[in-house]
Protein backbone atom coordinates (compact mmCIF):
# COMPACT_ATOMS: atom_id res chain seq x y z
CA UNK A 1 0.00 0.00 0.00
CA UNK A 2 2.97 2.42 0.81
CA UNK A 3 4.33 1.64 -2.63
CA UNK A 4 1.02 2.19 -4.40
CA UNK A 5 1.11 5.68 -2.44
CA UNK A 6 4.34 6.82 -3.33
CA UNK A 7 3.64 6.50 -7.18
CA UNK A 8 0.70 7.97 -6.70
CA UNK A 9 2.25 11.30 -4.92
CA UNK A 10 5.20 10.87 -7.69
CA UNK A 11 2.40 10.90 -10.17
CA UNK A 12 0.36 14.00 -9.01
CA UNK A 13 3.51 15.83 -8.36
CA UNK A 14 4.55 14.97 -12.02
CA UNK A 15 1.51 15.81 -13.58
CA UNK A 16 1.20 19.08 -11.73
CA UNK A 17 4.88 20.12 -13.11
CA UNK A 18 3.77 19.18 -16.12
CA UNK A 19 0.43 21.22 -16.11
CA UNK A 20 2.14 23.93 -14.97
CA UNK A 21 5.31 23.81 -17.69
CA UNK A 22 2.57 23.62 -20.45
CA UNK A 23 0.24 26.16 -19.93
CA UNK A 24 3.07 28.23 -19.30
CA UNK A 25 3.91 27.67 -23.15
CA UNK A 26 0.33 27.60 -24.42
CA UNK A 27 0.61 30.69 -22.72
CA UNK A 28 3.43 32.26 -24.64
CA UNK A 29 2.26 30.56 -27.64
CA UNK A 30 -0.81 33.04 -27.63
CA UNK A 31 1.02 36.27 -26.83
CA UNK A 32 3.28 35.14 -30.07
CA UNK A 33 0.04 34.52 -32.34
CA UNK A 34 -0.93 37.86 -31.14
CA UNK A 35 1.76 39.73 -32.02
CA UNK A 36 2.16 37.83 -35.12
CA UNK A 37 -1.19 39.05 -36.15
CA UNK A 38 -0.53 42.63 -35.26
CA UNK A 39 2.04 42.32 -37.64
CA UNK A 40 0.50 40.60 -40.35
CA UNK A 41 -1.99 43.60 -40.40
CA UNK A 42 1.24 46.14 -40.02
CA UNK A 43 2.24 44.65 -42.94
CA UNK A 44 -1.04 44.82 -44.78
CA UNK A 45 -1.34 48.60 -44.02
CA UNK A 46 2.39 49.15 -45.40
CA UNK A 47 1.55 47.38 -48.70
CA UNK A 48 -1.52 49.63 -48.63
CA UNK A 49 0.27 52.75 -48.22
CA UNK A 50 2.66 52.22 -50.44
CA UNK A 51 -0.06 51.41 -53.17
CA UNK A 52 -1.70 54.60 -52.17
CA UNK A 53 2.04 56.34 -52.64
CA UNK A 54 2.39 55.31 -56.08
CA UNK A 55 -1.40 55.85 -57.45
CA UNK A 56 -0.59 59.45 -56.24
CA UNK A 57 2.82 59.76 -57.56
CA UNK A 58 1.43 58.06 -61.62
CA UNK A 59 -1.60 60.00 -61.08
CA UNK A 60 -0.77 63.42 -59.57
CA UNK A 61 3.34 63.24 -60.04
CA UNK A 62 3.25 63.16 -56.06
CA UNK A 63 7.15 62.51 -55.05
CA UNK A 64 7.60 59.87 -52.15
CA UNK A 65 10.54 57.52 -51.10
CA UNK A 66 9.61 54.24 -51.53
CA UNK A 67 12.49 53.37 -49.90
CA UNK A 68 11.67 53.84 -46.59
CA UNK A 69 8.04 51.82 -47.12
CA UNK A 70 10.21 48.69 -48.70
CA UNK A 71 12.51 48.72 -45.75
CA UNK A 72 9.82 48.78 -43.32
CA UNK A 73 7.96 46.19 -44.92
CA UNK A 74 11.05 43.84 -45.43
CA UNK A 75 11.86 44.52 -41.74
CA UNK A 76 7.92 43.35 -41.06
CA UNK A 77 8.46 40.13 -43.34
CA UNK A 78 11.63 38.73 -41.30
CA UNK A 79 9.62 39.77 -37.84
CA UNK A 80 6.67 37.53 -39.10
CA UNK A 81 9.11 35.29 -40.32
CA UNK A 82 10.90 34.62 -36.97
CA UNK A 83 7.91 34.93 -34.94
CA UNK A 84 6.25 31.99 -37.21
CA UNK A 85 9.46 29.90 -36.75
CA UNK A 86 9.35 30.26 -32.36
CA UNK A 87 6.21 29.02 -32.77
CA UNK A 88 7.23 26.13 -34.61
CA UNK A 89 9.75 25.45 -32.39
CA UNK A 90 7.50 25.54 -29.48
CA UNK A 91 4.98 23.54 -30.33
CA UNK A 92 7.36 21.15 -31.42
CA UNK A 93 8.84 21.16 -28.19
CA UNK A 94 5.38 20.81 -26.36
CA UNK A 95 4.92 17.78 -28.18
CA UNK A 96 8.17 16.26 -27.33
CA UNK A 97 7.39 17.32 -23.85
CA UNK A 98 4.30 15.73 -23.86
CA UNK A 99 5.38 12.45 -24.68
CA UNK A 100 8.16 12.22 -22.39
CA UNK A 101 5.75 12.88 -20.25
CA UNK A 102 3.63 10.66 -21.10
CA UNK A 103 6.07 7.68 -21.07
CA UNK A 104 7.24 8.92 -17.85
CA UNK A 105 3.81 8.66 -16.13
CA UNK A 106 3.64 5.53 -17.73
CA UNK A 107 6.63 3.88 -16.50
CA UNK A 108 5.66 4.80 -13.14
CA UNK A 109 2.81 2.32 -13.09
CA UNK A 110 4.33 -0.38 -15.22
CA UNK A 111 5.33 -2.86 -13.23
CA UNK A 112 7.53 -6.10 -14.62
CA UNK A 113 4.36 -8.42 -12.15
CA UNK A 114 2.14 -6.42 -13.95
CA UNK A 115 3.46 -7.00 -17.47
CA UNK A 116 4.22 -10.80 -16.46
CA UNK A 117 0.67 -11.83 -14.27
CA UNK A 118 -2.56 -12.01 -16.46
CA UNK A 119 -4.47 -11.93 -12.79
CA UNK A 120 -3.29 -9.60 -9.85
CA UNK A 121 -5.12 -10.29 -6.76
CA UNK A 122 -7.94 -11.87 -8.17
CA UNK A 123 -8.65 -9.68 -10.47
CA UNK A 124 -8.21 -9.90 -14.66
CA UNK A 125 -6.56 -7.43 -16.15
CA UNK A 126 -8.32 -6.23 -19.05
CA UNK A 127 -7.29 -4.48 -22.70
CA UNK A 128 -10.54 -2.41 -23.62
CA UNK A 129 -11.69 -2.07 -27.58
CA UNK A 130 -11.75 1.56 -28.69
CA UNK A 131 -14.55 0.44 -30.79
CA UNK A 132 -17.24 -0.98 -28.61
CA UNK A 133 -14.95 -0.77 -25.20
CA UNK A 134 -15.19 -4.02 -24.62
CA UNK A 135 -13.05 -5.97 -22.16
CA UNK A 136 -10.58 -8.52 -23.93
CA UNK A 137 -7.99 -10.72 -22.66
CA UNK A 138 -4.66 -8.71 -22.69
CA UNK A 139 -3.12 -11.28 -25.40
CA UNK A 140 -5.49 -10.45 -27.62
CA UNK A 141 -5.24 -8.19 -30.87
CA UNK A 142 -8.11 -7.89 -31.84
CA UNK A 143 -11.93 -7.44 -29.87
CA UNK A 144 -13.24 -10.56 -29.13
CA UNK A 145 -16.57 -8.92 -29.14
CA UNK A 146 -17.02 -6.67 -32.86
CA UNK A 147 -13.52 -7.48 -34.51
CA UNK A 148 -11.49 -4.26 -33.96
CA UNK A 149 -7.73 -4.48 -33.60
CA UNK A 150 -6.51 -3.43 -30.16
CA UNK A 151 -3.24 -2.46 -28.86
Not at 78 to 92: A, D, F, G, L, W
Request: net charge negative; with cysteine; hydrophobic share 30%.
Amino acid sequence: MKELLEKLGKSVKTTYKEVTEQTQITVDQTKARAELTALKNDLKKLYQKLGECYYEFECFHTEFDSNLLIEDIIKTKHKISTIEEEIQQSVQTQKGNFAHYKDDIMSTWQTEEAEQDVEVKHIKLYKFCGECNAGNPPQNTECSTCGAKIG
